[in-house]
Nanobody, 123 residues
Framework: QVQLAESGGGLVQAGGSLRLSCAASGRTFSSYTMGWFRQAPGKEREFVATITWSGGSTLYADSVKGRFTISRDNTKSTVYLQMNSLKPEDTAVYYC????????????????WGQGTQVTVSS
């Protein structure tokens, strides 16, 4: 398994931007599909975005499409989530996750998880 650590969360006003980072340990980062999920208080964890090992394919939740961008730098073993035009409903703990297969929007199919980073969007 790969160890993951998220960073970049914080408090931002509606309409603002944040960039989350997820650093991975291990020498096989480039073989993993990476995903971002989020969980708001009292709600189930939900899919946000995912990217294949090469970065050639991505998938987004409808709620973030056109506002969020997932990317990765395999030389730095890091995956990013650029979040623009943030809304109060984007408030959640954001988690990155890894799996050794093609992209998936199902959290049950990811093997490794980070501890999460809090994103709070004020209105």
């Amino acid at each position: 398994q790969v160890q993951l650590a998220e960073s970049g969360g914080g408090l931002v006003q509606a309409g603002g931007s944040l960039r989350l980072s997820c650093a991975a340990s291990g020498r096989t980062f480039s073989s993993y599909t990476m995903g971002w999920f989020r969980q708001a208080p009292g709600k189930e964890r939900e899919f946000v975005a995912t990217i294949t090992w090469s970065g050639g394919s991505t998938l987004y939740a409808d709620s973030v499409k056109g506002r969020f961008t997932i990317s990765r730098d395999n030389t730095k073993s890091t995956v990013y989530l650029q979040m623009n035009s943030l809304k109060p409903e984007d408030t959640a703990v954001y988690y990155c996750a890894a799996r050794r297969a093609f992209i998936s929007a199902s959290s049950r199919e990811y093997d490794s998880w980070g501890q999460g980073t809090q994103v709070t969007v004020s209105s």
